[in-house]
């Protein structure tokens, strides 16, 4: 009898909701062994005109991936293609690659490799998240124009009905290319939300968990594996206590989904009947219809860093225009909010080339903007003159105080009179702030006699409250979003903003957790801002509970002095009222003592 073996447990970040059961097939990055040799000065002109050639048949490749993904994703999602040519034909970096062929007399695949680990390197250093994913659209590139010198075709896999790919870091045109009859959901050791992966399994409707550092070397083909994005999680050899359990929950979540209609709009109301507003956080185009398919009330967060993504430098007012005016168009009555660049100083190099030591705590977001002033003006310009075709309002990132807000409102304003001097159609717009760090918490009531509106950025504010950076392994036990100082940052903001007359938002990983959603209504959140996909599943747990007893229960959670303490609440509390909504598998996991 084969011996069972131990289950191990892996988290990640889930970047495509869902649970899936099935088989590991471990998918090779591509990376190969290249080798340096010398070319004879007679032959360097072949060498030359080898890699042109290269390039040429990497770009069909790539062409023909992007048809593909058209087709089976549609446009909204092929456009990540749109960068790998525009990298094949972008004359400096193939003129860096034929330089270093000629003046080193090296082989193309090495001048490939130099040159390409040497842009990598660079992208290694941008703190901001979107641009520095953006290294896996080089990396993507480069391998193809290996693959293309060395004359080898494309592999084919077959693959078995329950495959979950599992890779070190799975490119773009890798994801694309996968067979959808039998992919079931993608675990990763590398990426995070916006990564182009991620993007296209969100688009494709697979379950994907990525970020898992030291997952891929433990797997072997053939393994059994749960992928459980809705938890961060990944299971590998799960023992049959859990098969059966997942097994269990995934019929129950499949009976549930069939009863639910995604397009559910209207009025949404706790059992009590209090209104509860659902809106969606959108960043990319492919994210886009999902405002209306998953009946969302206009987007509640437009990430606008995404239109820097596309080339790392900065776009035109008029290229931003036409952004904006899609984001109202896709928004309707209902509106958007667009939170203006949430850069660092390593987004924009030709301004500030020196890396800063402390991102996280340095010249980013309003801080940037505020340094950085035409940045800030060319972007409210836009959002201004886009405001006159829909319903738009802009939104303060990382705001400290009072001072940071009399500044913006400063330049928004004097745009207003430049626009209206210049004679060109707008319409003034709604300013609010994120409250996303300690200071702004702590000077809410001062803030929300400046502003329109609050926003609540969860994330940033579980980081910078509890000063833990969840991309670090080394202190990711100490990412707690349900510590009693979050929970308590979270109702004196709110009460901060009903005091003065104004709406807030809050958005997030806690909007977009159906338990956390719950805890923000009993905490006195009724507009919450989220993931498209995520929706249903809030609607449907909205839905089932008393606002009253939601109430009870955060009051309980406001009194706890541990996060194990609220954690623990949250599990026996939600157990008891509501089992049918909420399974194990969806509430806070019990911390194993080490």
Known sequence: MMEQLQEMRFKGLGVSEGVVIGQVLRMHDGTQHIYHWRINPADLEAERQRFRAAVGLASRQVLTIKEQAEERLGKDHAYIFDAHLLLLEDEKLLSDIDRHITQAHANAEWAVKVVGDRLLSLYSEIKDEYLRERGSDIEDVMQRLLVALSGARPQHRILSEDAVIVSQ????SAVAELDLDHARALATDTGGWTSHTAILARGIGIPAVVGLRDFYRRTKTGDSIIVDSDRNEVILHPSSPTLERYKAETAARVKRTGTVDL????????????????????????????????????????????????????????????????????????????????????????????????????????????????????????????????????????????????????????????????????????????????????????????????????????????????????????????????????????????????????????????????????????????????????????????????????????????????????????????????????????????
């Not at 870091?169 to 773009?172: H, I, V």
Request: net charge negative; proline share 5%.
């Open 263 to 594: 397009k559910a709009r209207g009025p949404l109301q706790t059992k009590d009947g209090v209104e509860i507003t659902l809106r969606a956080n959108v960043e990319v185009p492919a994210e886009f219809e999902g405002v209306a398919k998953y009946g969302a009330r206009g987007v509640g967060l437009y990430r606008s860093e995404f239109l820097l993504g596309r080339r790392g430098v900065m776009v035109s007012e008029d290229e931003q225009r036409l952004a904006y005016e899609e984001i109202a168009r896709v928004s309707g009555e209902d509106g958007a909010i667009i939170r203006l660049f949430d850069l660092g100083g390593a987004n924009l190099r030709m301004q500030l080339p020196d890396p800063e030591k402390n991102p996280a705590l340095g010249l980013r977001a309003i801080r940037f903007g505020l340094r950085n002033e035409e940045v800030m003006r060319t972007q409210v310009r836009a959002i201004l003159r886009a405001a006159e075709k829909g319903k738009l309002k802009i939104v303060l990132p990382m705001v400290g105080d009072v001072s940071d807000v009399r500044r913006a409102k400063g330049i928004i304003q004097e745009e207003i009179t430049n626009l209206a001097k210049a004679d060109q159609a707008f319409a003034e717009v709604s300013v609010g702030a994120m409250i996303e760090v300690p200071s702004a918490v702590l000077m809410a009531d001062n803030i929300a006699k400046t502003v329109d509106f609050f926003e609540l950025g969860t994330n940033d504010l579980v980081q910078y409250t509890l000063a833990v950076d969840r991309s670090n392994d080394e202190v990711a036990d100490w990412f707690r979003t349900l510590h009693p100082a979050v929970l308590q940052s979270i109702e004196r903001s709110l009460k901060a903003a009903r005091n003065a007359g104004i709406p807030m938002i809050v958005c997030g990983e806690m909007a977009s957790t159906p338990a956390y959603a719950v805890l923000l209504i009993g905490l006195g959140g009724t507009d919450l801002s989220m993931t498209p996909t995520a929706i249903p599943r809030v609607r449907r747990a909205i839905e089932g509970i008393d606002s009253r007893d939601a109430r009870a229960i955060a009051a309980e959670c406001l009194n706890c002095e541990t996060a194990d303490d609220v954690e623990s609440l949250v599990r026996e509390r939600f157990a008891h009222l509501w089992p049918q909504l909420f399974p194990a598998s969806s509430l806070p996991a019990p911390r194993q003592n080490t």
């Open 169 to 172: 870091d799975l490119l773009p």
